[in-house]
């Protein structure tokens, strides 16, 4: 089955720095990825998804990029964070080009000051 | 683009009694997926409904797929502390791209 990573796990930035936030799937090949934000006590909001290597769709504009160099690793970026940025950020994975369950890894809370 | 809304927002419910979230999609659905986030957890898995009208049956937890597939309903029967947390329902947006596009949630409180 898949194994989802996340790092860093938790994080405090101040306003206008960089940001990176990665994560590694196991366990499957060709997966679909995604990166979820979650603002504290909201639902899900979907921010990009992959189904291969350097394809990346981008749902809702803002200055935050992704990248996945790899068939398994997605990345999420930032040059410079927004106060508006804080949030739990989820890394998920499906199984390649289906219509199935996701798979959240534990996420990453950031919080920019 | 599709929109996919959850009701109530939150829930308050002593333990014993029974809880239904309902959700309902601006778009037919080809499937539609419930998901459980514990406090300070991540969005787990529960069940996927595909057939119109369809109804799955998880322990104390059934899930129904309206015959028109654009709502669904989870009910859970003599909530337990175990099942506080919040509950998302999901569709894939018409295109079938595999994406997922979630409601916003229904926060459950089971008081003991």
């Known amino acids: 089955s898949q194994t989802i990573h996340q790092w860093p796990a938790t994080l405090v930035q101040p306003v206008g720095s960089p940001l990176s936030l990665e994560c590694t799937v196991e366990?499957?090949?060709?997966?679909?990825l995604y990166w979820y934000r979650q603002a504290a006590g909201r639902g899900l909001q979907l921010l990009f998804y992959?189904?291969?290597?350097?394809?990346i769709s981008s749902e809702v504009p803002q200055n935050l990029s992704a990248s996945r160099p790899q068939d398994r690793q997605f990345i999420l970026s930032s040059k410079k964070l927004l106060l508006s940025d804080s949030g739990f950020y989820l890394c998920?994975?499906?199984?390649?080009?289906?219509?199935?369950?996701?798979?959240f890894g534990e996420g990453s809370r950031l919080t920019v000051l | 683009g599709q929109q996919v809304m959850q009701i109530p927002q939150y829930q308050h419910v002593q333990e014993g009694e029974d809880f239904t979230t309902y959700c309902n999609s601006s778009?037919?659905?080809?499937?539609i997926q419930w998901y459980k986030q514990r406090p300070g957890g991540h969005p787990v898995f529960l069940i996927q409904?595909?057939?119109?009208?369809e109804v799955k049956k998880q322990k104390r937890l059934t899930f129904q797929f309206g015959e028109a597939k654009k709502n669904s309903s989870l009910h859970i029967t003599a909530t337990q502390t175990t099942d506080v947390g919040t509950y998302f329902c999901?569709?894939?947006?018409?295109?079938?791209?595999?994406?997922?596009?979630f409601g916003q949630g229904t926060t459950l409180q089971v008081k003991p």
């Open positions: 998920a994975c499906q199984k390649g080009q289906g219509t199935g369950e996701l798979f």
């Open positions: 366990g499957t090949s060709n997966p679909n």
């Open positions: 992959s189904v291969g290597i350097g394809q």
């Open positions: 778009t037919t659905l080809s499937n």
């Open positions: 409904l595909v057939k119109s009208g």
């Open positions: 999901a569709g894939p947006p018409p295109g079938n791209t595999g994406k997922l596009i």
